[in-house]
């Protein structure tokens, strides 16, 4: 019902910059919270940062100061900006959306299917 696809990952170097984007698609009443998530080889899964409808965010210790989320309401578009990158931070970064499909349904966590960042050092 909601598709979120996301782009943008990539391999970069040690101190560099990468910006991720996610797209929803589908049926969407309404997305309230939006956020990216993390996980590398052996390790759980991660919040990285969170974003919601009215622009509130929250961030991961990691990458604050870093890392800055934003999002575009119009487009139901979330972004991830990356700044002095280190290889900690390479992992499949994954999109969530708390969405309601429509104005009859509860809302959901919509997951994209991931993108690869790779830091090398």
């Known amino acids: 019902q909601v598709q979120l696809a996301e782009s943008g990952g990539g391999l970069v170097q040690a101190g560099g910059s990468l910006r991720l984007s996610c797209a929803a698609s589908?049926?969407?009443?309404?997305?309230?919270?939006m956020g990216w998530y993390r996980q590398a080889p052996g390790k759980q899964r991660e919040l990285v940062a969170g974003i919601t409808s009215g622009g509130s965010t929250n961030y991961a210790d990691s990458v604050k100061g870093r890392f800055t989320i934003s999002r575009d309401n119009a487009k139901n578009t979330v972004y991830l900006l990356m700044n002095s990158l280190k290889p900690e931070d390479t992992a499949v970064y994954v999109c969530k959306a708390q969405a309601r499909p429509t104005i009859y349904t509860t809302e959901y966590d919509y997951w994209g299917q991931g993108t690869q960042v790779t830091v090398s050092s």
């Open positions: 589908g049926r969407i009443f309404v997305i309230n919270t």
